[in-house]
C-alpha cells in the first residue's frame, strides 16, 4: 500500500466523526473530519507530509504552512517529510491576529517575504481560513505559489477563482463520510 492509499485509512479510522456539528463557517453539517487526530498522530503525521509533498511537486515553492491551528502541523509535517528526502523547505505559522507585545509578526517562523510559498490547510469548506492565510502572506511580501490541504470539501473554486493553484491529497467523495 502506497503513502496516499495508508493515509486514506488513517484518515476513514481516525478522523471522520459521523454526527451534528456547526463548521468554522457557521453552515450546519451531519458529519466532520477532525484531521488533527491525524495530522498530530505519530504513525499518520509522515503520510501527511509526503502525501501532500507529492500531490504539489509540479509546484515550486520554499516554505509551508497557513492559518493556525488546523494547518500548523501540516506545514510541520511537510518540512519533515522534505528533509526525510533529503530536500530542504521551511514552514511557517499564520496567526488569526498579529500580536501586540514581543516581535509583533503576524507570520512566525523564517521571514518570507519575497519568497516563493504554499499555502496548506488540513480541510478546507469555504476556502475562508486559507484565503485569509493567502492575504496575510501577500501581505508580508510573499509570492503564494498556490493553496494544497489534505481533504478537499468544496473550496476548490473559491481559491482558483483568486487565480491559485488548488491542489487536494483527497475529495470528500473518497473518504467514508
Ligand atoms: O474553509 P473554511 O470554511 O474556512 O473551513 C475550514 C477551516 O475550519 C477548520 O478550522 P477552524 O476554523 O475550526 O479553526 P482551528 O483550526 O483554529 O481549529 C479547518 O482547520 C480549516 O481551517
Ligand atoms: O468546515 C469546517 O469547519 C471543517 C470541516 C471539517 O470536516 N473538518 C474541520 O476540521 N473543519
Known sequence: MNDREL???????KAVV?????????????YYV????????????PLVGR??????????????GGLTLG????????????????GRLDAFIVRKEGKAHGLQRRIEGPDIAGRRVLAVEDTS????????AVEALRAAG????????IVDRGARDAVTREGLAYRSVFELSELDV
Open 7 to 13: 493515509l486514506l485509512q488513517h484518515i476513514n479510522t
Open 71 to 86: 494547518a500548523d502541523p501540516v506545514g510541520s509535517a511537510m518540512s519533515h517529510a522534505a528533509a526525510g528526502r533529503g
Open 142 to 149: 510573499a509570492e503564494v505559489v498556490g493553496v494544497a490541504v
Open 51 to 64: 502525501a501532500l509533498l507529492d500531490a504539489t511537486a509540479d509546484l515550486d515553492y520554499e516554505a509551508a
Open 34 to 45: 477532525d484531521l488533527r487526530r491525524v495530522t498530530l498522530d505519530g504513525a499518520s503525521a
Open 125 to 132: 469548506t469555504t476556502g475562508g481560513s486559507v484565503l485569509t
Open 18 to 30: 459521523h454526527g451534528e456539528v456547526t463548521l468554522s463557517s457557521g453552515q450546519r453539517a451531519d
